[in-house]
């Protein structure tokens, strides 16, 4: 018992008083329940991994996007998370490959470049010509893009690094923008 | 009674019941706070203008921002509403001056370009270097800022017409992006 709660509590969001509570009601459950609850949880492991270019969560190695020949590799966009490669494929629009950083710099909470993916993504930098940093526009994110630019320019100073755009949210009227948004939209604006 | 319903049924989003609701409202009070209800009426209506040059709500003609001899005269900052101009100088980052288009272009509400303030907008061309368009990122505010670099292209080759950038908002996560968003927050991407 004290195992499994030791063992539950590594989860995040759980503290001892919620593995205590679900260390309980595995208990309580019939040998088939926990059963299946132990089985899915050695499937995942044993299925689904990192892959090893991109780090998205893949069942193949390497993953789809990386093995894809349409894709065009010379255009790494890097995201904070693999959920966020469903984000940007739901636009159509992009074709490059990607590359997943698995969270953002947060010097409070303890995570420092090599908590990150940043290593493999240095090794990947010959093939590429533009690096687009989609990290979100938080303190976090822009934290993190300023960091990884620098870091690319070192090492690859050829490589065109891009930011995604801050600004108005489509179909928003701007009288609702803040002030910091509307300052990025007024600054990245565009010729057309 | 009649009339005052009717009168107050010109007004937006006040329809027969609510302008009786309002006239009754009006019958119960006292006689000086209807005249004091009547003077602000006229008062605002004889205090306040639409400045000559650029269309703001003023008390001077011409307005504020137009007589700064501080503020870069060659920008010109054209937006759908006056309240537009606060959002706007809240950034503290914009220095040129503004145009007030007083509403978007609107086929299905009956508003083509005759109905807003764009003659004033073409005789100020001359004295341009850049016109951003900053109305709203939503179909009307498209479909105006579209018609009008088309319009002033055609009157002044030389300008630079600009549009705010449509983004992900400071301080969100790409996650909750919408694909319209997050589309033009890849087209809108800027060399950092």
């Given at each position: 018992m004290t195992r499994l709660i030791d063992e539950l509590r590594k989860?995040?969001?759980?503290g001892t008083k919620s593995a205590q509570r679900l260390a309980f009601h595995v208990l309580r459950s019939s040998p088939e329940d926990a059963e299946k609850l132990a089985g899915a949880i050695r499937e995942l492991k044993a299925s689904l991994y990192l892959c090893s270019i991109c780090n998205n969560i893949t069942d193949v190695d390497p993953c789809s996007y990386c093995t894809n020949s349409v894709r065009d590799r010379q255009t790494i966009c890097v995201v904070?998370?693999?959920?966020?490669i469903a984000t940007i494929e739901k636009t159509r629009s992009y074709t490059g490959v990607y590359h997943v950083l698995h969270g953002t710099l947060s010097p409070i909470g303890g995570v420092g470049p090599e908590q990150l993916r940043i290593a493999n993504l240095m090794t990947r930098l010959?093939?590429?010509d533009e690096v687009i940093?989609?990290?979100?526009?938080t303190t976090e994110g822009e934290a993190t893009a300023r960091y990884l630019v620098d870091e690319i320019h070192r090492a690859e100073p050829r490589i065109r690094v891009t930011r995604i755009a801050t600004g108005v949210p489509a179909g928003s009227d701007i009288e609702y923008a803040d002030e910091v948004t509307m300052s990025r939209a007024m600054e990245g604006r565009r010729e057309i």
């Amino acid at each position: 018992m004290t195992r499994l709660i030791d063992e539950l509590r590594k989860l995040p969001g759980i503290g001892t008083k919620s593995a205590q509570r679900l260390a309980f009601h595995v208990l309580r459950s019939s040998p088939e329940d926990a059963e299946k609850l132990a089985g899915a949880i050695r499937e995942l492991k044993a299925s689904l991994y990192l892959c090893s270019i991109c780090n998205n969560i893949t069942d193949v190695d390497p993953c789809s996007y990386c093995t894809n020949s349409v894709r065009d590799r010379q255009t790494i966009c890097v995201v904070e998370e693999p959920t966020n490669i469903a984000t940007i494929e739901k636009t159509r629009s992009y074709t490059g490959v990607y590359h997943v950083l698995h969270g953002t710099l947060s010097p409070i909470g303890g995570v420092g470049p090599e908590q990150l993916r940043i290593a493999n993504l240095m090794t990947r930098l010959a093939d590429a010509d533009e690096v687009i940093l989609a990290t979100s526009p938080t303190t976090e994110g822009e934290a993190t893009a300023r960091y990884l630019v620098d870091e690319i320019h070192r090492a690859e100073p050829r490589i065109r690094v891009t930011r995604i755009a801050t600004g108005v949210p489509a179909g928003s009227d701007i009288e609702y923008a803040d002030e910091v948004t509307m300052s990025r939209a007024m600054e990245g604006r565009r010729e057309i």
